[in-house]
């Protein structure tokens, strides 16, 4: 497995090699999040859990911490987009 990838299970129990995007630590909370997404889908649709120390996934859940993340990733996209232009 590479290093920059996770693998998900799936609903069905099938495992989805998946490529980390970024990861993110909230100095609020103390929770860290990994952004990723299927390689395989054409969407580029973004995925993110939160994960413990031992690399453990769990969904994200609360609205509010929702919508920080959002606001966390599209920060991200934004600094992306000024790095390529530069």
């Known amino acids: 497995m590479e290093e920059n990838s996770i693998i998900v299970i799936d609903e069905m129990g099938n495992e989805i090699q998946m490529e980390i995007v970024f990861t993110y630590e909230d100095e609020d909370t103390g929770k860290n999040y ?6 395989e889908q054409e969407d580029g649709e973004v ?3 939160n994960y413990d120390a031992d ?3 769990s969904p994200v859940e609360d609205p509010e911490e929702w919508k920080k993340l959002e606001t966390v990733f ?3 996209v934004l600094n992306q987009e000024e790095n390529e232009k530069n």
Do not use: I
């Open 34 to 39: 990994v952004f990723y997404l299927n390689p």
């Open 47 to 49: 995925f993110v859990s």
């Open 55 to 57: 690399g453990n996934l």
């Open 74 to 76: 599209e920060d991200y």
